[in-house]
């Protein structure tokens, strides 16, 4: 069974606007959560990753929310621009070397 | 090179053959990780390697699916008697470390 539950399957934004993007886990062992981005015919690209000791991480227009107790994690993509449109996949690991569970991921399009 | 290489990016396969699709990934890296992305869907762990040895076979298939690394370096994955359900885009991640996949552009097989 999938072990990270993604969702919308897909989101479709006006430019400026916010893509928000929601997973659950039910794994308590999971203490790593990365989200990755992929274009068509490339293989999926490293976006931004949490770990559960903080609430939140902040990369440019890219932030993770992570809530602990509730066991999911959302990202959201501020001022969504053309160049965004792709699939997010988010992903969650619990050991060293990290072998990912992935979502099923949400296909965003960004219309100007 | 500077990134994960993937061959071949296409291969179209009769039924019944056998294929092998080879991966070359980031000089260092020790952990390489072989998944497969169906049409739409997302990423399913196939096969884990840390140097040459797999701790992590989990994925695989069936007995069909089989992969060894050699030198710590280039990967080869197995598909025999290849069937119209192993119709997918295989994907290539190597790492250096917790979290830190680079993944290839993928092989996408098509088996008529």
């Known amino acids: 069974q999938q072990q990270v539950k993604q969702s919308p399957q897909s989101l479709i934004v006006q430019k400026g606007g916010i893509s928000i993007i929601n997973c659950a886990y039910e794994n308590t062992a999971f203490d790593y959560f990365p989200w990755y981005q992929q274009f068509p015919g490339k293989g999926p690209a490293l976006l931004i990753a949490i770990r559960p000791d903080v609430s939140e991480k902040k990369e440019g227009r890219f932030t993770i929310s992570f809530n602990k107790s509730a066991k999911q994690f959302s990202l959201h993509i501020m001022d969504s621009q053309p160049g965004d449109s792709a699939t997010y996949f988010c992903?969650?690991?619990?050991?060293?070397?990290?072998?990912?569970?992935f979502g099923a991921g949400t296909q965003v399009v960004v219309t100007p | 090179g500077a990134g994960v290489s993937q061959s071949p990016s296409n291969k179209v396969t009769e039924k019944g053959k056998d294929v092998e699709l080879r991966c070359d990934p980031i000089?260092?890296?020790?952990?390489l990780y072989w998944y497969r992305q169906s049409l739409g869907q997302g990423l399913e762990f196939l096969i884990y390697?840390?140097?040459?040895?797999?701790?992590?076979k989990s994925g695989l298939p069936s007995d069909r699916f089989s992969a060894e690394r050699t030198g710590g370096s280039v990967s080869t994955l197995t598909i025999q008697r290849t069937q119209q359900e192993d119709s997918a885009v295989y994907l290539c991640?190597?790492?250096f470390g917790r979290g830190g996949y680079t993944f290839g552009s993928g092989t996408r097989l098509t088996v008529v």
């Open positions: 991640a190597s790492s």
């Open positions: 390697f840390q140097g040459n040895s797999a701790p992590d």
């Open positions: 000089s260092g890296h020790t952990a």
């Open positions: 992903a969650a690991s619990t050991d060293s070397w990290g072998k990912l569970q």
